[in-house]
């Protein structure tokens, strides 16, 4: 059983960075890997990306790729998202989730999830 709260969304300006949070509580902490994904309104929720507990290993939207950088901190049981040169088009809450299936890029995986943080990219 895992519980998972993000932090760290808000107002930012266009070309500006954000980085979030997701710590994670619970007894049987110990998944296969820890993901971003985001959804806007009328939107399908959207991989972002993932990151594997035991190793690191990194996993990145094609959206995404080259912006936004995940890592983790098994120690304090927390995954980040830091995410650089922001558009308006990426406004949206963003959800951490915790999952033991593969593959790492499909929601289907994951079992536990946040309960989301907004981000809003505007002027």
């Known amino acids: 059983q895992s519980r998972l709260v993000e932090s760290g969304g808000g107002l930012v300006q266009p070309g500006e960075s954000l980085r979030l949070s997701c710590k994670a509580s619970?007894?049987?902490?110990?998944?296969?890997?820890m993901g971003w994904f985001r959804q806007a309104p009328g939107k399908e929720r959207e991989f972002l990306a993932a990151i594997t507990w035991n190793v690191g290993i990194t996993y990145y939207g094609n959206s995404v790729k080259g912006r936004f950088t995940i890592s983790k901190d098994n120690a304090k049981n927390t995954v980040y998202l830091k995410m650089n040169s922001l558009r308006p088009e990426n406004t949206a809450l963003y959800y951490c989730?915790?999952?033991?299936?593969?593959?790492?890029?499909?929601?289907?995986?994951?079992?536990?999830w946040g309960q989301g943080t907004q981000v809003t990219v505007s002027s």
């Open positions: 619970g007894r049987t902490f110990s998944p296969y890997a």
């Open positions: 989730a915790a999952g033991m299936s593969r593959p790492v890029v499909a929601v289907a995986a994951y079992s536990y």
